[in-house]
């Protein structure tokens, strides 16, 4: 025994110069030494808080989020967002470029669902011009948006999945989120970013052989959605990850201005494309999907399910889609072919001066708000005459659904702080603008 | 051809004289210009829009919430008419350089209202609505960071996009863009 004494004494001074925690949990206790020591740990009477910071470079924060944590213990007693660190002006950029190149900034503000900001962006301008779009761009519209609703949250799943620990769905969402990106590039050129919509319909028309590469895609989704059901909705690990964390109620959803996927979880059923459409969608069949719990897992049900609805909005627009224009015959709106250029002088004019000062646009102003995957996004644009409007403000659902950190984060632990903030499922350059 | 008919007179747009002012078409925004004097209802592309003085637009707010079912404050923004080329104006409401644009929305009536209020660049003042929506909180510190705007009342006022010390609001339209300039690494900093 005397050996094994001199060997602890020696051993307890050489922990003692080491202060980290790991280190500490080497020393021998015995259940009597807890007991009597009130636990292992020295018991926190004072109730004195820490403040940490998280972020904005973690992982988990998708973008630069920094969030100011008061901590007691493991304890998270409240969370507050600090935003702004991707902040680029871009409603100022806004306000320097004309109509004709303004889908090219807003479509970078939600980057993972690019169509819902051209589109609302297209549509204020064209309300105060007071133009109609054919039928056939506002269905390819429609399909389109709800295509990047499903990338949207293919996106949202793999993140989702990979901030709870469950890494294999980061792999599978994003392969099928990449299989929608493939249609955007076979359709507008670029799998990001893609400045499709524009004021006056759409860039270019459906290339050909369009219906069946995007039945496929459909398919393919609702196979993977099928199995990501599978892999997690009654997986006890997941269950006891998600259920009953991160609780919000309807009131306070409301009160923050909250809209989309996390209002639809505390049991209120509120969908623009249902209550205020602004593309044909009382002409397709689909199902508002909403949860009454308002928990963590509720609101990855809702995204998961909402997939299923957007395929088949999309179905159906593949079947109904119209023929005609994919875009207004307006020369004053509207860039005339390419081929034309070469043939007709009026054409090249008409090409030069929307490129170079754009299209005026009448004195007015307006708000126009669609459904983005995120919530309501809307635009509001005020014009003074000129080709460049006088303010250009995204209302960016990111942006307010944030505020939601504070009822849900409070009373909750640091790990569980990650699996809420990736169940807002914000998108920072929506945030920051 | 069909595009070699058009002319070059046919490029500007008719300038509209602004909208107005005529039998006010929407309930609510009825009910607010009968209880608060000076208000004035304009339809602007379909839309209900309501000018009210600044001085009432908390109790606009409260009205709108508990008696006209306004459950959400979907947006504040803030608008600078300081360059402005042709400007809508409204009877009976004087211009001033910031305008306060506030747009609600019922859910139960599934109908929507905009509040619109004129701030001097002398006094730039607003009651805040965060009493009223909390919601109101980031939007209202996203006016007071890039316009300047004060919102009265308002519990945490601080800049929320720009950095803390940043000198200026850059969305006004005296503050140009790129007027800080660019800087690489080992630059000293703009601020």
Redesign the interface.
């Known amino acids: 025994m005397t050996s094994d004494d001199a060997f602890w004494t020696k051993e307890e001074a050489r922990l003692e110069r080491q202060t980290d925690e790991g280190a500490q949990q080497l020393r021998p206790t015995t259940r009597e030494m807890v007991i009597a020591g009130g636990g292992m740990w020295p018991q926190d009477d004072l109730g004195d808080t820490m403040i940490i910071n998280m972020g904005p470079q973690h992982p988990s924060t998708h973008g630069v989020l920094r969030l100011m944590m008061e901590l007691d213990g493991e304890d998270v007693l409240q969370i507050k967002p600090v935003?702004?660190y991707l902040?680029t002006?871009m409603?100022?950029?806004g306000e320097?470029l004309t109509y004709v190149q303004g889908t090219t900034n807003v479509t970078r503000m939600d980057y993972a669902s690019n169509f819902a900001n051209e589109l609302v962006y297209s549509m204020a301008v064209e309300?105060?011009?007071?133009v109609e779009v054919p039928e056939r761009a506002v269905w390819i519209r429609m399909m389109m948006c709800e295509l990047s609703r499903m990338a949207s949250h293919l996106l949202f799943q793999a993140t989702n999945g990979m901030d709870m620990g469950a890494v294999s769905m980061l792999l599978y969402g994003w392969r099928e989120r990449e299989e929608v990106l493939r249609i955007f590039e076979y359709v507008t050129g670029l799998r990001m970013n893609c400045n499709y919509i524009r004021p006056g319909g759409v860039a270019a028309d459906l290339p050909d052989g369009w219906q069946d590469r995007i039945l496929d895609v459909c398919d393919t989704v609702v196979a993977g959605v099928a199995d990501y059901d599978e892999m997690l909705s009654t997986n006890p690990i997941w269950l006891e990850r998600t259920v009953g964390l991160g609780v919000i109620t309807t009131e306070e959803c409301?009160?923050?201005?909250?809209?989309g996927p996390i209002l639809r979880s505390t049991g209120?059923a509120?969908d623009l494309r249902k209550?205020?459409p602004q593309l044909p969608y009382d002409e397709v069949e689909f199902d508002t999907i909403y949860t009454t719990n308002g928990d963590v897992y509720d609101r990855y049900r809702i995204r998961l399910y909402e997939i299923l609805e957007s395929a088949k909005i999309v179905r159906q627009c593949v079947e109904k889609m119209p023929d005609g224009d994919y875009r207004v015959q307006d020369?004053?709106l509207t860039p005339?072919p390419r081929a034309?250029i070469d043939e007709?002088m009026?054409?090249l004019i008409?090409h030069f001066?929307l490129f170079t000062e754009g299209?005026?646009?009448?004195?007015?102003?307006?708000?126009v708000?669609v459904e983005s995957p995120r919530g309501?996004i809307?635009c509001?644009m005020?014009s003074?005459?000129?080709s460049k409007p006088?303010?250009m403000?995204i209302?960016g659902p990111s942006?307010?659904n944030?505020?939601s950190i504070g009822p849900m984060g409070s009373d909750s632990l640091v790990a569980d702080a990650v699996a809420i903030v990736s169940s807002i499922d914000p998108i920072l350059g929506e945030v920051?603008? | 051809m069909a595009d070699d008919t058009a002319r070059e007179e046919d490029h500007e747009p008719a300038v509209s004289g602004g909208p107005a002012p005529g039998p006010v078409s929407d309930e609510v925004a009825a009910a607010i210009v009968a209880r608060f004097d000076g208000s004035v209802f304009v339809e602007s592309h379909g839309q209900p829009v309501v000018y009210v003085d600044r001085s009432v637009i908390a109790d606009v707010a409260l009205m709108l919430r508990d008696e006209e079912q306004f459950t959400m404050l979907i947006d504040t923004v803030v608008v600078d008419h300081l360059l402005d080329g042709s400007r809508v104006r409204v009877d009976g409401i004087a211009a001033e350089r910031f305008e306060v644009v506030v747009n609600f929305l019922s859910h139960p009536r599934n109908r929507r209202i905009r509040i619109v209020c004129e701030v001097p660049a002398a006094d730039p003042t607003v009651p805040s609505l965060t009493p009223v929506y909390p919601g109101a909180n980031f939007p209202e510190r996203e006016s007071y960071d890039l316009f300047g705007i004060v919102f009265a009342g308002h519990p945490d006022l601080t800049r929320i996009l720009m950095p803390d010390d940043w000198h200026g609001h850059p969305l006004r339209k005296d503050d140009a863009a790129a007027r800080v300039p660019v800087t690489f690494k080992g630059d000293p900093s703009p601020r």
């Open positions: 935003i702004g902040h002006g409603e100022k950029t320097e309300r105060l011009l007071d409301l009160a923050l201005g909250i809209t209120f509120w209550a205020q020369k004053k005339p034309r007709s009026e054409a008409h001066k299209f005026k646009v009448p004195s007015g102003e307006t708000y708000a309501e809307g509001y005020v003074d005459g000129s006088v303010r403000h209302r942006f307010y944030l505020q920051d603008r």
